[in-house]
T-cell receptor, first 117, second 113 residues
């Protein structure tokens, strides 16, 4: 247990469905991230939220829409996905410190295995 | 962030030390070396990180060469549960920067009985 939970753990959806992935961190962190891992490929960063503000969008298609209502919760809203979007979606969190030793170590959740039919 | 090079796969006997090398010859002075591992289809697990000095925690030791161009992750007594993909990542840590972790091709460690 890393203190980062993700729900659901598995999701199967059709191309016309709308679904959302949820991530919650219990670590008191102030930065949250979405990563995508397709089969046999390295993790790819999708979005970064720093103090609830989106600071990075790594050229992600608009059918993926992130939401960060507070520093403990992160959502990824999915709409009109394609079969090639099937992947493991991972959430991570870290503590961005302005003073002292800057660790910014990211801790990952278990991921949501998404299958788009 | 600097690029890293790792061997694609390694074997280790259960109970023996696993030594995983990583080359990062273009590392800059303000870049840290991080190690994560990923067991099949699970989220990556943080192991250890360091800047210049050798580091040790309950999971592993990190040995960084004096010129910082390479490092070695040591799992002192490998178990079957240590079988995983191990990633060496070099990154800057600074407030108000992207915070990216760029995962390249790691080392697939197989611990055998």
């Amino acid at each position: 247990e890393t203190g980062v939970t993700q729900t659901p753990r598995h999701l199967v959806m059709g191309m016309t469905n709308k679904k959302s992935l949820k991530c919650e961190q219990h670590l008191g962190h102030n930065a949250m991230y979405w990563y995508k891992q397709s089969a046999k490929k390295p993790l790819e960063l999708m979005f970064v939220y720093n103090f609830k503000e989106q600071t990075e969008n790594n050229s992600v298609p608009s059918r993926f829409s992130p939401e960060c209502p507070n520093s403990s919760h992160l959502f990824l809203h999915l709409h009109t996905l394609q079969p090639e979007d099937s992947a493991l979606y991972l959430c991570a969190s870290s503590h961005r410190s302005s003073g002292g030793r800057l660790t910014d170590t990211q801790y990952f959740g278990p991921g949501t295995r998404l299958t788009v039919l | 962030d600097a690029k890293t090079t790792q061997p694609p796969s390694m074997d280790c006997a259960e109970g023996r030390a696993a030594n995983l090398p990583c080359n990062h010859s273009t590392i800059s002075g303000n870049e840290y070396v991080y190690w994560y591992r990923q067991i099949h289809s699970q989220g990556p697990q943080y192991i250890i990180h360091g800047l210049k000095n050798n580091e040790t925690n309950e999971m592993a030791s990190l040995i960084i060469t004096e010129d910082r161009k390479s490092s070695t992750l040591i799992l002192p007594h490998a178990t079957l549960r240590d079988t995983a993909e191990y990633y060496c990542i070099v990154r800057v840590i600074a407030y108000n920067q992207g915070g990216k972790l760029i995962f390249g091709q790691g080392t697939e460690l197989s611990v055998k009985p």
